[in-house]
């Protein structure tokens, strides 16, 4: 230090407040859990490689629909605007746009979605970039001769334009407060768990948004931290 004085308040601090993302984590997001149609699914695999089984979690009462999750996959390859490309030089993979974006374009294709597979028979009409206010960003695509719009962002945005709720592949209802109870406890859980949360919600036509699912991505510790933070708990 250039100043002695600062050791001495170096001495007396009992809290060290540090940016995590890019410091402690790599900014690495990884989708880990998702919660659909009132069940949780587990995602395998680090980073952004697209490598990773989706396994119906043992925590479940309900019955494994894994058309719930592909159904999910489809629409998060559509929406997602980040991509991600491998190094052949560095032979790592790498973001290309937004990070959320990019983990939730990995967890579609470990579920069996390229975009290039997505928009099969599927047409992007419009785009609507993250909007600060709304808090989600729209992407609104035409399928089988249907117009549908998609939204992502905060789970409480997406949640708060909800008038439906997804309850499997051709089955919704009028969302009700033991819905919605239920969709706040999960995300209680997911980041009780240290999980960044997003949800995603859909409409067809003219008809209300569908909460569709909650997405849980983990940011990877940096190796180096561990021991970072160790060593400053000893001194």
Known sequence: VRKLQSIESLGQATVIA?????????????VKEVFIAGNIWNIEGYGYEPKGDVKFAETNTGISKP?????LAKFCAISAKGDVLFDLENKKWRVKGDPIEAAILVFAEKA???????????????????????????????????????????????????????????????????DTKEIEGNLL????????ATAIAFKEENEDFCFLALIGMKDVLRPEAISAVASAKKA
């Open 18 to 30: 540090v940016d995590k993302t890019g410091t402690i984590t790599k900014n690495e997001l990884t």
């Open 67 to 71: 058309e719930d999750i592909t159904f």
């Open 112 to 178: 069996g979605f390229t975009k290039t597979i997505a928009f099969e028979n599927t047409e992007k009409i419009s785009e609507e970039p993250f909007d600060q206010q709304k808090k989600y960003h729209s992407t609104n695509f035409k399928f089988e001769s249907k117009d549908i719009v998609i939204i992502s962002g905060a789970p409480e945005s997406v949640l708060s334009v909800s008038k439906k709720v997804f309850l499997g592949v051709g089955k919704s209802r009028q969302i009700t407060s033991e």
């Open 189 to 196: 859980s997911m980041t009780g768990k240290g999980l960044r």
